[in-house]
């Protein structure tokens, strides 16, 4: 009896070095898990800071700092989110406070920067530096994202970690009482979390290294001593005395019993994580079969939310998620999977759904393409979440810029009223002149002049419809729908409404078209805006001077060097000051005594939903030349 049991103190004690190894290194993994994952999101979420800033051709400052403040609240471990222009210099900083020192800083001024911005230019892609001395102290490293606009560089957004805090709150809540944890990068030891007062057995230390952006991170995970002895002494000193007792059977019945709860310990510590983290994620995290409709393997609690069906429902395939999927969406979805599946790369789009309660929302969702290890189906997993109120917000600012623009253009048309009148009284005058001259003709029986006199009547009372249907298209509202169009003939049109101003103030609109422009896909009403405000504009600048420098305003298409098309408006007045530069396109801003200070601001926003951009120089010879340009369609 006495050689079993010390056979099965053998066994068991061997056993709870495996305990304790395996659960050392799980430890080791979960770090691992949490570094890699949290450093992936943290540059997915600069990386979108980034492509709203390409697809938003620049982004304003409110609009930037509002992402970067919710970025820093909502991922503790921040030390600034900033972003530097094409010069490499930082211009906005969240927060600002105690980052002052960077405000306008060469971010290549270290090696570390330096090479890792090169790399990021290079490769277009997100890029982490190499550890750095904070201003502040402590170690960081900063992520790089290089954002391009007009297919030119544009600057970076840059994210700066502080090592310390960045770890303590990835790792440090999730961090076991039973174990010391130390966090090396590069061989330098970045972080370090002591579990309470216990002391350390350097003996059972248990290192694991891994790579991620080019990184090197060393885990080293530590038992205590007291959870080395607790362990130790359930499976040896238990058993000892348990088996001196009651015999090899209960010696055996103990450590088969032991063994059951050492893995049921190993597996509820890994459920109650995974738990947490699926529960944190504001979404559903699935992986489906490439079958029709899209059976769902596994799904996260999160799909009740987005679709009112349970976990149950649809891994009892009672719903499968392509069902849901809109029929209108259907194919586009099924395309862009096929185009995954043969790339063998990630996917990502955006599409709608029908939930249980047939509610349509819109979801966005990311993923990739897996191998299968029990047979030959194709998987795909990812992760979905619901962007409804993003998109229906989109939408909301569209129509809201739509009615602006709408109140702008009435509100110029009302300034331009006695233009216009004096342009339709001219027809109107002339044809009752004609119309008099023929009814003399005609009583006098003279009728051989009669068809010139008709001739007459019909080119004046064209001329007349001709002006009433340019104003009826400046002051129609209606939904904003873009076509296929020629530049010139936008502002040539242009042109005629507002020559009848012009002339009223003593001023030539001087048309300069080129030939050959590629055409433009545009909604024409509000393009022929930009331009009749910005005409107007410099109409006003040169009256504030007394046209002392002529009294000729120039409205000319030209081609750029990347193949936009370019609307320029060269005036002749006072130009723009440098402290009017600096608000020009703001809202409310004007120099006007009567005016609101929305024109210029609801140009701009016109032109950039267009794809396009609106800028300004002063002239040497004076006046100031205002321009905007225009993809060519198909771009």
Not at 84 to 98: C, E, F, K, R, Y
Not at 181 to 209: K, P
Not at 523 to 545: F, K, T, Y
Request: hydrophobic letters at 40%; one cysteine or more; proline letters at 3%.
């Amino acid at each position: 009896m006495a050689v079993g049991v010390i056979a099965v103190w053998y066994v068991i004690n061997d056993r709870a070095r495996e305990h304790i190894d395996s659960a050392t290194n799980y430890a080791i993994s979960i770090n691992q898990l949490l570094i890699r994952q949290d450093i992936d999101n943290r540059l997915s979420a600069l990386d979108r800071l980034a492509q709203r800033w390409t697809a938003a051709g620049g982004t304003p400052y409110p609009i930037w700092e509002a992402d970067a403040v919710r970025y820093v609240t909502d991922m503790p471990g921040f030390q600034s989110i900033e972003w530097a222009d094409a010069t490499l210099h930082i211009q906005w900083i969240v927060p600002l406070s105690g980052n002052e020192a960077a405000q306008d800083l060469d971010i290549t001024q270290t090696e570390q920067a330096r090479a890792a911005v090169a790399a990021a230019r290079e490769s277009g892609k997100a890029i982490l530096s190499q550890p750095f001395e904070l201003a502040q102290g402590g170690l960081g490293i900063a992520a790089y994202i290089p954002v391009t606009r007009e297919s030119q560089f544009d600057g970076v957004v840059v994210g700066v970690l502080r090592l310390e805090s960045w770890l303590n709150a990835v790792i440090g809540r999730l961090q076991s009482t039973n174990y010391h944890a130390r966090i090396l990068l590069q061989d330098h030891e970045v972080y370090r979390l002591d579990a309470g007062d216990s002391s350390i057995n350097d003996t059972w230390t248990e290192r694991g290294d891994f790579e991620t952006q080019e990184l090197t991170w060393t885990t080293l995970i530590t038992p205590t001593r007291e959870f080395v002895s607790a362990v130790h002494a359930r499976s040896s000193t238990l058993i000892l005395i348990v088996g001196l007792l009651f015999s090899v059977l209960v010696a055996i019945v103990v450590y088969l019993a032991l063994v059951a709860r050492f893995r049921s310990l190993q597996f509820h510590d890994t459920a109650s994580r995974l738990t947490r983290l699926f529960q944190n994620l504001p979404g559903m995290a699935y992986r489906c079969v490439d079958q029709p409709d899209s059976p769902m393997e596994f799904v996260s609690e999160g799909c009740y939310a987005l679709s009112g069906y349970s976990r149950d429902d649809f891994s009892e395939r009672r719903v499968s998620w392509g069902e849901l999927i809109h029929p209108d969406d259907r194919a586009r979805v099924s395309q862009r999977m096929r185009e995954a599946i043969d790339a063998g790369d990630t996917y990502e789009f955006e599409y709608r759904i029908l939930t249980r309660d047939k509610e349509e929302r819109w979801m966005w969702e990311r993923g990739r393409v897996v191998d299968s290890e029990r047979s030959r189906d194709i998987r795909f997993e990812g992760f979905v979440r619901d962007i409804s109120r993003q998109r229906a917000a989109e939408d909301e600012a569209q129509q809201r810029l739509e009615q602006l623009a709408h109140m702008d253009r009435l509100i110029m048309l009302d300034e331009m009223a006695t233009g216009i009148a004096h342009e339709i009284n001219q027809p109107l005058t002339a044809i009752s002149l004609f119309a008099t001259a023929g009814k003399r003709l005609l009583d006098a029986g003279n009728r051989e002049r009669m068809p010139e006199i008709f001739d007459k009547l019909s080119q004046h009372a064209q001329r007349a419809s001709a002006v009433i249907e340019r104003i009826q298209s400046m002051a129609r509202r209606q939904e904003s729908t873009k076509e296929i169009v020629d530049c010139n003939t936008l502002v040539e049109d242009v042109a005629k409404l507002a020559d009848a101003e012009a002339r009223i103030r003593d001023m030539t609109i001087e048309v300069e078209t080129e030939n050959d422009l590629p055409p433009v896909a545009v909604d024409a009403v509000q393009i022929q805006q930009v331009a009749l405000n910005l005409l107007r504009n410099g109409m006003e600048a040169m009256r504030s001077v007394d046209c002392r420098d002529g009294n000729t305003i120039t409205l000319q298409t030209s081609l750029c060097d990347d193949g936009d098309v370019k609307v320029a408006v060269i005036d002749k007045g006072c130009g723009v000051s440098e402290a009017g530069a600096k608000t020009l396109f703001t809202p409310f801003s004007t120099t006007k005594e009567s005016g609101m200070g929305m024109g210029l601001a609801i140009s701009h926003a016109l032109v950039t939903a267009h794809g396009g951009y609106v800028d300004f120089l002063n002239n040497e010879s004076g006046g100031a030349t205002f321009f905007f340009t225009l993809p060519a369609a198909g771009k």
